[in-house]
């Protein structure tokens, strides 16, 4: 008859794991896991945010370029803030002065020759140009005393605004 030796069995029931380790395990990494998704998520949702932000900030900047790369003044003569009579329509081509952009609003935005520009579905843009008092730059002015406040707005398909 063999004996058994004790000290050899206890030392195989002690070996694995029991079924509480591995049940609290498995919790422990199923949070980690769902932390880690959530992460991810905010991370994918704050980058989207910032592309949209970035496609605005980019779209006010290349319409502020074109309207000061025009005359502060009407070659014509005119001293009205606002559009010449005769230019109308979605193209700027014949706009030749900073003023001539007041109270443009396109949504989708356009280029200067009128064609929609690519990927700026959902985005607007409008502006709004006035004469500024020389002291009080932030103040509108009653006439013209050289100088011209030209305020832009970009709104992107989430109704944040970029402003210029």
Known sequence: MALRNPSRNSRLATAGFSLVEVVISMMVVSLMLTSAMYLLGAAT????VQDTQAVARS???TLMSEILSQRYDDP???TV???DPGKSGPARESWDDVD???NLTQSPPRGRDGAILANTTGYSWSVAVNHASLLAPQVN???DQGLKRINLTVTDP???QTTL
Request: aromatic share 4%; net charge positive; proline share 0%.
């Open 45 to 48: 949702r704050s980058r989207s």
């Open 100 to 102: 001539d952009y007041h």
């Open 141 to 143: 002015s009653g006439s």
């Open 158 to 160: 989430a109704g944040r």
């Open 59 to 61: 779209l006010a900047h």
């Open 81 to 83: 803030i606002g559009l």
């Open 76 to 78: 014509q003569g005119g």
